[in-house]
């Protein structure tokens, strides 16, 4: 569950607050929004080469992603 969530302010910064009950199990993200983040990393990674690790964030004002860095991935987890 997510407790706390990142809201932006008039002045430009961001606000941690508590998320209210019942959002804390809610996913942030729509399956459309899922399904055309993949997109986003399955057409990066075959830019690059190689399996990356991205950084992102989603702008609910535009309901764009933005993507801030790729870079390649060093260490793959293994199940247990």
Known sequence: SKLTRRV?????????TFNPRPLRNIPCL???QLHRLMEI???????YGYPVDVEWSYD????KFYVFQARPITHK???I
């Not at 932006?8 to 941690?16: A, E, M, R």
């Not at 990393?41 to 830019?47: A, L, P, R, S």
């Not at 609910?60 to 309901?63: D, V």
Request: proline share 4%; net charge positive; no cysteine.
């Open 8 to 16: 932006p302010q008039d002045n430009g910064k961001l606000k941690t």
């Open 30 to 32: 729509t399956e459309k």
């Open 41 to 47: 990393g399955k057409k990066i990674e075959q830019d």
């Open 60 to 63: 609910t004002k535009t309901n």
């Open 77 to 79: 987890f293994t199940s």
